[in-house]
């Protein structure tokens, strides 16, 4: 659809919107509009949070998650534990599991996956810099949290394979029904390994 | 859910993102990420974009539509008919109605339509400017394009009762079946009332 602005600035601004994934040119039309409503300092505020984030950001030298120094808090943290990494695709992962409290290790940022369809090699990702931190030596465990995915296992494979001369405990998440599925929806891959896997009744009830 | 950041910027950047009218934080925070890989020079693009819009942005004087001048380009267009007003809610409509390609018109934005549960009253509203532009003289019509709402009529009527001592000739979109939709769909009202104002068959096939 063709959209006659009666502005230049505002063409520009929706254009900007609308790079943004999952906005389309409709939504972004109405945020700019929303924008226009809002207090000038407020969307001045908007703009340069942004622009300064993109400036700014770091990235934590030891396990790559985002950073505003050049170690990450949870890097440089004295209450968390140095023999336990757990390995995740993505910043996004570290906030995921964080929020589960179930995890008190450290963290290593692969930055994605080995995934040849999108030209992503072992190469692209930080498993160099993995291996490097387990050969340092005092990890005792590489908890793998990568995706279920094919590209996840390819990567769970790979970074298995590089690790295997250091001797070192390699585990990957639990697979099985989701909390709270009903069987009757859930797929036969998953529900064919969670029998597969089956684990003793007593202990569900660890903490 | 509590996100723990690792880091202040990203945290303030998602804030900001989150404040937009539906984006929650789960999306927003997908929207910095983006931005994020983005190029440096890009993101600051999006960013001073924003900001310069809010900053510079005026009001026509005369149809209150969004304009990079004093007066907009569509009301300095010599080639529009200076003789027929369409009054719409907001500058969004001044876009759908130009899209249509079917007036060829001036514009005069009101800025809403008349809502007491939300507090906006007629003065609230760029009515007495409308009356004014009449006033002047030159216009034989007025095209009330209204939302189909309660709102939007009461409006209409309180323009009705202002303009009726001008003599000129008021009229509101037509109301009836959408092109397209199956009758079997079709809302009771919108029906009915399309069978009350029906047309001449050959009527149909003006242009």
Chains 1, 2 share one sequence.
Do not use: W
Not at 25 to 38: F, G, I, P, S
Not at 58 to 68: F, P, T
Not at 182 to 190: K, M, N, P, Q, V
Request: aromatic fraction near 6%; hydrophobic fraction near 35%; charged fraction near 25%.
């Amino acid at each position: 659809m063709n959209q006659p602005y009666s502005s230049a600035l505002l063409e520009n601004a929706v254009n900007e919107f609308a790079k943004l994934p999952g906005i389309g040119r409709k939504t972004a039309l109405r945020l700019v509009l929303h924008l226009l409503r809002q207090e000038e300092l407020s969307v001045e505020n908007f703009g340069n949070a942004i622009i300064k984030l993109r400036k700014e950001i770091k990235y934590c030298h030891v396990c790559h998650n985002i950073s505003d120094s050049d170690t990450c808090s949870l890097c440089s943290d004295p209450n968390r534990d140095d023999s336990i990494i757990c390995v995740v695709e993505n910043i996004k992962e570290v906030m995921v599991i964080e929020n589960t409290h179930q995890f008190k290790g450290r963290y290593h940022v692969l930055g994605g996956v080995i995934s040849p369809m999108d030209g992503i090699g072992p190469s692209d990702l930080e498993i160099d810099s993995l291996v490097k931190r387990v050969s340092e030596g005092g990890i005792q465990e590489i908890i793998l949290a990568l995706s279920a995915t094919m590209e996840g296992d390819t990567t769970n494979f790979y970074i298995f394979r590089k690790l295997a001369p250091h001797n070192i405990k390699i585990s990957i998440l639990a697979r099985g029904v989701s909390v709270g599925d009903e069987l009757e929806y859930t797929d036969e891959i998953t529900l064919g390994r969670s029998i597969i896997n089956r684990m003793p009744f007593n202990e569900t009830f660890k903490p």
